[in-house]
């Protein structure tokens, strides 16, 4: 079956440059969810998106911003890196129908490393 | 808010013993709970959830995992150890009206002894 794929799995990116972590849902899910998991820390809630429209906001810094696009895979862009950005980003999706509880698959993540 | 706590930041046991890990949750109503794993410098893979019903919870890979109420409790069990199992292990709670927008808590790395 078809997972939630998330490139690139790794990315090395330097102090103040940008950097775009990109997540494709598993086919037919409409919901996306951002996490950022630090060195020995636990995940994160970052941001989610629900039909293109963001539905839920975490702990994102304000240099980090995120969409979801009409083919409903998503990006998160993120400007002026600092040190404390490097940590593993993992997205996750879901499909959310009314009345009955569903889950969320995350992906591999990727992971972030600002030198 | 809600919130996660995993008392054990390590727990090491013997391959073939029973493993308990703990997680205490907090949250206003009935949550949804789930158990991850994480093996070094890897994704996420989920171990099993509750949602409603039946408070025993069986997961993947021989683990379950009971949600008591009165306790805000869902330990995570396996009643033989495999080598393989050693990983870090991650509680997590999502509100009812917030979709899967989780909590974590801060993992349990398990270390299996031969």
């Known amino acids: 079956a078809a997972g939630v794929i998330q490139s690139p799995r790794h990315l090395i990116k330097e102090k103040r440059e940008t950097a775009t972590l990109k997540c494709y849902p598993i086919p037919r899910h409409d919901t996306v969810y951002w996490y950022q998991q630090g060195p020995g820390q636990d995940p994160q809630f970052l941001i989610s998106f629900y039909e293109k429209m963001q539905s839920d906001k975490g702990s994102i810094p304000d240099r980090f911003s995120a969409q979801q696009f009409s083919d409903y895979h998503s990006e998160l862009n993120m400007s002026s890196l600092e040190l404390g950005d490097s940590a593993l980003y993992f997205c996750?999706?879901?499909?959310?129908?009314?009345?009955?509880?569903?889950?969320?698959?995350f992906g591999q993540g990727t992971r972030l490393t600002v030198v | 808010a809600q919130s996660v706590t995993q008392p054990d930041i390590h727990i090491t046991v013997s391959e073939g013993a029973s493993l308990e890990l703990r997680c205490n949750y907090s949250y206003g109503a009935t949550p949804y709970l789930f158990w991850y794993v994480q093996s070094p410098g890897q994704g996420l893979q989920l171990l099993l959830k509750?949602?409603?019903?039946?408070?025993l919870v069986q997961g993947i890979k021989g683990f379950e995992a009971e949600f008591k109420r009165s306790q805000s409790s869902f330990n995570l069990r396996k009643p033989s150890v495999h080598w393989s199992d050693a990983a870090e292990y991650f509680c997590?709670?999502?509100?009812?009206?917030?979709?899967?927008?989780?909590?974590f808590g801060g993992g349990t790395r398990l270390m299996v002894k031969p």
């Open positions: 509750y949602f409603s019903g039946d408070t």
């Open positions: 996750a999706s879901s499909l959310e129908i009314q009345g009955r509880d569903t889950e969320a698959f």
């Open positions: 997590a709670v999502g509100a009812r009206n917030a979709g899967n927008m989780l909590t």
